[in-house]
């Protein structure tokens, strides 16, 4: 993508509050999301219930999304847990919005909302495919953790200190 359309593409799309009647939205999207780096489908199966969000876990997990100027929902993110440490739980931007400065725009949202509820930093589970990323986004691995959805893989976890 050219930097041109990565910089319209970011100032078109903002960032809101999810609402819990587009829980099955987003699950679709994460997964979506997920599915584009070439998983098959029996990993993508075992996913499911992980990358599932509910609707009265909206709010709680402190969902938000990105919306494009038509209406689309084009990522997620969600800030869990209390200050001071938080988690990143949900991030996934829809495969057609991939290198538009979404995923920054999200991430930089979740950054500025975990410094204004307290947080001293977060951390969360990386697929290794999005670590280059997390990285340029200031996001330092730190180890690895057992995958929620496959025994036995194990997912870099990252961290970002506040």
């Known amino acids: ?25 987003l699950s679709a ?7 584009h780096w070439g998983y098959d489908e029996a990993f993508m199966a075992a996913c499911v219930a992980e990358l ?13 999304v990105a919306q494009a100027p038509d209406g689309r929902l084009v990522g997620l993110a969600t800030l869990e847990g209390e200050p001071p440490r938080g988690e990143l739980g949900l991030m996934f931007v829809a495969p057609e919005a991939m290198g538009g400065g979404v995923g920054r725009l999200l991430f930089d949202h979740v950054r500025e909302a975990a410094r204004a509820a307290g947080f001293t930093g977060f951390d969360w589970a990386a697929d290794p495919n999005a670590v280059p990323f997390y990285e340029a986004m ?4 730190v180890g690895t ?3 929620g959805s496959l025994p ?7 961290e970002l200190a506040l």
Do not use: D, F, N, Y
């Not at 999207?29 to 599915?35: F, Q, T």
């Open 29 to 35: 999207l994460a997964l979506r999301s997920k599915a």
């Open 138 to 141: 200031g996001g330092r691995r």
């Open 52 to 64: 599932t969000l509910r609707p009265e876990e909206v709010e709680a997990r402190r969902t938000v």
């Open 1 to 25: 993508m050219t930097r041109q359309r990565e910089e319209h593409t970011v100032r078109t799309v903002r960032i809101r509050a999810a609402r819990p009647e587009e829980a099955a939205e």
């Open 152 to 158: 036995g893989r194990v997912l870099p976890l990252m």
């Open 145 to 147: 953790v057992p995958s």
